[in-house]
């Protein structure tokens, strides 16, 4: 079966768009385009969803750091912070 590599998010910012490759793979039939999460009640599929929606949220924790901080907030920026560089 085909599979999927799939991104959480594209990080947008002012039309400018970063990817975050999480180096997973998921069967296309699995993956609900719309909703970003994957199809199903197994447990592998819940762990999954749980663990792209802790990415969503650093992410989001991310960009609010950047804004109390006062910096600029752009897409690599956003992804600099992510992935702790």
Known sequence: MAKHPFMPNKVSVDSVKREIS???TIELENW???KGLAKGTK?????????LERVKSKLMDCYKELQLSNKLIAADAIKNA????
């Open 22 to 24: 999480l180096k997973r």
């Open 32 to 34: 609900n385009r719309n």
């Open 43 to 51: 447990v592998e599929v819940q762990e999954l969803n749980f663990y």
């Open 82 to 85: 992510f992935l702790d560089e």
